[in-house]
């Protein structure tokens, strides 16, 4: 409760009854309740146009508990080896009967990591917890790559869903196509559709693209140009052959000693040296 | 009436049949030279039709006018103040968008332009459909398909070529979309040039500007345009060098690159041509050079494969050498017996009988016996392979050990050639377009044993070493591959030490050679020429060889000149081994190394003219012994090549320079190698 009125009030800068109904998936009477149980502890304060805040105790209180959980999932994944949809809900029991002592014995065991499984930042003794950084796949556009940075843990279901359907940080997806009420991304060669309520809660980074030399793709891959370097007569000469930024290459074959390749480039075969192929930077294109 | 004339430059890629269209339309009537000042070849040839006297000039292959090579320079300088009627820009359809770059460009520098869209049944048998009429209205200017090898097309080719010269048929080139920053920049140069009185050609100007071009950017900081050809009246060297700071600035704030992005655009419009004109009509399927190639560049079998070609080669040169010397000699023979007994009979002075038919004809007819045969069917096999497109793929195998001596797989095709002839060697290292590796195979190329001197050397193995003869030989084979390598390797870190140029490398389909072309190209073309030149340098050698050796009359052999010379050489041989006797008979094989075995009868005095004899072959190995024997046949196949050999070396360098360097460097790497081996010989008790 603490956890869903914090993550609240970092997304909404205030907190509301019905907003922590809809957070923890209980009935809006409940969760009056709970918060009620907020107020007694001192967590949360009323202020005086009626606004409630976590107080400064409760930030600490609700900072603990989220380094505690994430440190918990850590541990589960990595030592007990449990899957990762099931570890939320252990890492929640388990959150609340940890003193201080175990938790920092914990950190330290498991080396003082900087991530939970799910991509999120497992906060330091005494620090804020940082928003989740970039951007809900239900923003992204078509033909977008993408890599995903954090799921968010709750519900537990939906999490559970989502990461047997694929959907956990560290994996690329690519937007296929966007419609009113759901998205379809393509994941791992298959194609997923997701709800928008489900895509809101995926947090992804585009994938940078990052140029390699033409020299260092493997024979049958394709790419595209985007840089030829080398100034002078090398680079007017590749950029005659055809080799200008935007043109697509397919390695066709190597020499029988490795060396020079050849390359299909404007619906001609040339054949270059790896270093000199190394002075054009490509993108590697990877289906179709 | 008076002659109407018509000036038609070719231009177009290499590979693209250019000269087989050029050769369908004038047949005999060229005349191949350099370009002035140049080592690339210039092809000149006349046709007629309708009344028209069509000159046309085969401009050299190029991807591009961009002034980077001397092809690029001469084939843009001729369009540009060489004043042609009109250009014939001929495009190879199966690779279309890479051959508009070509064509893009030379629309910019003229609008009378018919484009021959070769290659076009290969097209067909792709799967492919090309819109001929859009890419004419695409391109502006008429589109001629053809099929040169069958010579379909031409007559209209011809035709659109009379028609845009006359004017009646007029033409609107494409303008290419540089997008908006480029064209900016293009038109507030163009207002600068028009300013300065540049009207003509002023939107190419300015590219280039642009685009850094060497040879302009030099025009423009010496201040003088005329050198390109161009006007312009009211420009002082000042005004043009104020024009040329202002560009360099421009330039800079073209992002990222003013050269990338106007290549970039100009292939961007040839692919949104190519877009328009090219259907598929068929799927694709796996291409027969797909196949051939996978077993052709394959890590194991390319090996015994380019073995295979290579011992093919040669044995057929050897032994067509053989027979075809056989049936000269013959011939020769029954016209020395002829003019004996002609001369004879008119009573001539015996020295008139002596030089003309023991020197003069002898000499010459063993010459061309020997080297003509082989020549011919070398030249037809380089062609052959050449047009199947076998020898790019030589060369992308065995690069990769090429660059271990600082060269690349371009050279070891002019070393497999020169395994036949060190003449067609070194005149196919103009398939090179890297100006050093070009001079390091023409050096190297005489290092290579040829199969002139590897004939005589088996004879003379034979006698030497009895049963060895074989092994002995083919040591020496590996020992002229490692000589040519240890001296590219030498030259690479000397002379001409500095960055490698890069390493661009073509890999065309392949296709079925052109055999009538292909024979008559290779025969007219190279060998008539240089066998006139063989005999050129033959004839005066082989009559002085006779001179020196019989006059005066009836003196003992050691006071005939050949005698004087066996004497006063023999100090300069002893650090090798090597007699007087050797050395004179080595300088008297200068002409053709197959004389070697009568040269040597002559110096030691067994007989005085070059006929092949066995006596000297009984006599030597009485005098030599294994090491020396070895020692000599070392050097007799690396010393120096043969006078045509340096005629061909002349030829494609026009530089006494490297004339001399030819002759330098096989001198060097024989006495080097011969030294160990003598030295090393003698130190391992060898006698």
């Known amino acids: 409760m603490l956890k869903a009125a914090h993550a609240q009030q970092e997304t909404e800068g205030l907190l509301s009854i019905d907003g922590l109904a809809r957070a923890v998936g209980l009935p809006e009477f409940l969760a009056g309740q709970g918060m009620e149980a907020l107020l007694a502890f001192g967590w949360v304060e009323e202020d005086a146009q009626g606004g409630m805040h ?132 393509k994941v ?63 390695v066709i074959r190597t020499a029988p000693l490795g060396n020079p390749v050849e390359y299909r480039v404007k619906g001609t075969a040339i054949a270059l040296r790896r270093s000199d192929a190394d002075t054009v930077l490509v993108e590697e294109v990877r289906n179709g | 009436m008076d002659r109407k004339m018509i000036t038609v430059g070719v231009a177009g890629n290499p590979n693209v049949g250019k000269s087989v269209i050029f050769n369908a339309l004038t047949g005999s009537r060229q005349h191949v030279g350099n370009w002035p000042g140049k080592t690339v070849e210039r092809a000149e040839g006349v046709f007629h039709y309708q009344g028209w006297e069509i000159r046309m000039v085969d401009l050299p292959g190029t991807y591009s006018l961009a002034a980077q090579s001397p092809e690029e320079v001469i084939a843009r300088d001729y369009i540009v103040s060489g004043a042609p009627d009109v250009v014939i820009n001929i495009v190879d359809a199966t690779s279309l968008e890479r051959n508009l770059n070509l064509t893009l460009q030379i629309l910019e520098l003229t609008d009378r332009v018919v484009i021959a869209l070769n290659l076009m049944d290969e097209v067909e048998r792709g799967g492919w459909e090309i819109d001929v009429k859009a890419l004419e209205e695409a391109l502006g200017v008429p589109v001629v398909p053809t099929v040169a090898t069958e010579g379909e097309g031409l007559s209209e080719l011809v035709e659109a070529l009379v028609e845009v010269a006359e004017g009646c048929r007029q033409t609107h080139p494409a303008s290419v979309d540089y997008g908006l920053t480029v064209k900016g920049y293009v038109q507030s140069l163009q207002a600068d040039l028009n300013r300065l009185g540049v009207e003509e050609r002023s939107r190419w100007v300015a590219l280039k500007l642009l685009e850094d071009d060497p040879e302009i950017v030099e025009a423009f900081k010496q201040g003088d345009l005329a050198a390109l050809g161009l006007a312009a009246p009211s420009a002082s060297p000042e005004a043009l060098q104020a024009l040329l700071r202002r560009t360099v600035r421009l330039r800079e704030e073209i992002r990222p690159d003013a050269k990338v992005e106007i290549v970039r655009h100009r292939y961007e419009f040839a692919d949104s041509v190519v877009r328009r004109v090219i259907h598929r009509l068929r799927p694709e399927e796996e291409s027969s050079t797909e196949w051939i190639d996978r077993i052709v560049t394959h890590k194991v079998w390319s090996w015994p494969i380019m073995l295979a070609m290579l011992t093919i080669v040669f044995w057929i040169t ?6 075809g010397g056989g049936w000269l000699e013959a011939g020769f023979s029954w016209l020395i017996r002829a003019a004996r007994t002609w001369l004879v009979s008119v009573q001539a002075p015996w020295w008139v009988i002596g030089a003309l038919v023991d020197g003069f004809m002898m000499g010459t007819g063993t010459v061309i016996a020997a080297m003509l045969p082989p020549m011919i069917i070398l030249f037809i096999a380089f062609a052959l392979l050449e047009d199947l497109g076998l020898l790019p793929r030589v060369a992308f195998n065995l690069d990769r050990p090429m660059q271990t001596v600082g060269s690349q797989g371009k050279q070891v095709i002019t070393w497999g050639m020169s395994f036949g002839c060190n003449v067609t060697g070194v005149m196919a290292s103009r398939i090179i377009e890297n100006k050093k590796v070009r001079l390091a195979s023409i050096l190297t190329s005489p290092l290579i044993i040829c199969s002139g001197s590897y004939g005589a050397g088996v004879a003379l193995a034979i006698v030497l070493f009895g049963e060895g003869a074989l092994p002995v030989m083919l040591s020496l084979v590996f020992l002229s591959l490692g000589a040519a390598s240890l001296a590219t390797l030498g030259l690479n870190k000397t002379v001409f030490r500095g960055e490698p140029g890069s390493f661009v490398l073509e890999m065309p389909p392949y296709r079925k050679p052109q055999f009538g072309q292909v024979i008559w190209r290779a025969l007219v073309d190279r060998v008539a020429l240089t066998m006139w030149r063989a005999v050129e340098f033959a004839a005066p050698a082989t009559l002085l060889i006779w001179v020196l050796g019989n006059i005066p009359r009836g003196v003992p052999f050691e006071q005939t000149a050949i005698g004087w010379l066996v004497h006063g050489l023999a100090p300069l041989g002893q650090l090798w081994g090597l007699s007087g006797e050797m050395l004179t008979a080595l300088l008297f094989a200068l002409p053709a190394k197959e004389i070697i075995v009568p040269a040597l009868a002559m110096t030691y005095g ?58 330098a460097v096989p001198l060097v790497m024989a006495a080097l190698i011969t030294f160990v081996i003598y030295r090393g010989g003698r130190l391992l008790g060898f006698a």
Not at chain 1, 197 to 226: F, K, T
């Open chain 1, 54 to 185: 976590l107080t400064n105790e409760g930030e600490v209180r609700a900072q603990e508990l989220i380094r505690a959980h994430r440190l918990w999932e850590r541990y589960l994944v990595e030592r007990e080896e449990m899957p990762l949809e099931t570890v939320h809900t252990e890492a929640d029991r388990r959150e609340h009967e940890t003193t201080p002592e175990e938790l920092e014995r914990l950190d330290t065991e498991l080396g003082h990591p900087a991530w939970d499984p799910h991509g999120d930042i497992i906060p330091d003794a005494g620090h804020r917890v940082p928003p989740p950084a970039g951007s809900p796949l239900a923003v992204c556009t078509p033909g977008d790559r993408l890599r995903i940075l954090h799921v968010e843990d709750e519900p537990p279901a939906l999490f559970a869903q989502l990461v047997a359907m694929g959907l956990k940080p560290g994996v690329e997806v690519e937007v296929v196509e966007r419609q009113p009420g759901h998205l379809r991304v």
């Open chain 1, 188 to 250: 791992d060669e298959g194609i997923l559709s997701l709800a928008a309520a489900a895509a809101e809660r995926i947090h992804a980074v585009p994938v940078p693209i990052l140029p390699v030399p033409l020299g260092e793709l493997p024979v049958g891959s394709r790419a595209r140009v985007a840089e030829v370097k080398g100034g002078g007569k090398h680079q007017r000469r590749m950029l005659d052959m055809g080799l200008v930024p935007g043109a697509e290459v397919t």
């Open chain 2, 318 to 323: 050897v032994k067509g050498g053989e027979i």
């Open chain 2, 606 to 663: 067994l007989q005085t003219t070059l006929v092949e004899s066995e006596q000297v072959l009984a006599y030597l190995p009485r005098v030599w012994t294994p090491l020396i024997s070895y020692t000599f046949l070392v050097f007799f196949m690396l010393y120096f090549p043969c006078l045509v050999t340096v005629w061909a070396t002349w030829k494609e360098t026009r530089s006494l320079k490297w004339t001399l360097m030819g002759l």
